[in-house]
Structures are given as C-alpha cells and as structure tokens.
C-alpha cells in the first residue's frame, strides 16, 4: 500500500547506509531524490554514487553502517566519519552514531518505525533519548 502524500511511513528499506532515515526526507517524499537505500537497487540513479559510506556498504554487501562488524564506535571508521559525511551531519544537525547504534539496539524496523513515528530523519545531536526526539 502506498502512502499518502506528506505520510511518514516506517520502511527499513529507507534507512541510509550512514543510518540516516530517508523516509522522512521532504526531497524523497516529492521525488527529487530516491534516496540512499533506494538507489542502492536502483543502478540508473546514481544519487548517492559520491558517498564514501554507501560505497563501504555496498562493498562490503551490508545494508548499513550498523551491520559493520568492524567498528564497534562507528566514529572511529575513517569513512563513517569523513569529512563529507561530517559536513551532511552537521547540516542536519544529525548524530548520525547514536542512529547507528540505535538500529544495532532495536532493529532496522524498530528504528524505521520510530523515525516515522517522530517524523525525523536523525537522532539529533544532544538527544538521548528516543522519547525526547
């Protein structure tokens, strides 16, 4: 079943590589990007061929940095915390490794489901607390 116009749906399918949540994205929702996830099946749209973190998870055949089983802190991965993907954090005001570790915590389709719930793309920086967000 679709979703309706400006609906947030919970999707582990929209879940970043970098643990961003696409399916709360205004540019995802009106088209204007497909977003990480799906441009990972998607070889025609090149949306995300420039991130160093995408490319490590299609490398490595994992669907997101929090299936690494390299890097317990995913700040400590030079890629993960390169200098594009700190600038695109910080723009968003995104604590892209409490993301991470929240989907390691609850699931890709618990954490789905709260983003869509909470209507965000990210854990915000200073946010603690999933019920704060």
């Not at 991965?77 to 200098?83: D, T, V």
Request: hydrophobic share 35%.
């Amino acid at each position: 079943m679709a979703a309706a116009a400006g609906e947030v749906v919970g999707d582990k399918e929209l879940i970043a590589c970098c643990g961003l949540y696409c399916g709360s994205c205004s540019s995802l929702q009106s088209g204007k990007c497909v977003g990480c996830a799906r441009s990972k099946t998607a070889p025609e749209e090149r949306a995300a061929d420039w991130c160093p973190v995408r490319k490590c998870c299609r490398e490595r055949g994992i669907t997101n940095c929090a299936a690494c089983p390299d890097f317990a802190d995913p700040n400590a991965c030079a890629k993960f915390h390169s200098m594009i993907s700190r600038v695109i954090g910080y723009c968003l005001g995104s604590d892209r490794a409490a993301c991470v570790l929240r989907i390691r915590e609850v699931g890709p389709d618990a954490f789905a489901a709260e983003m869509a719930a909470s209507k965000r793309q990210t854990i915000h920086k200073g946010s603690w607390n999933p019920l704060d967000w």
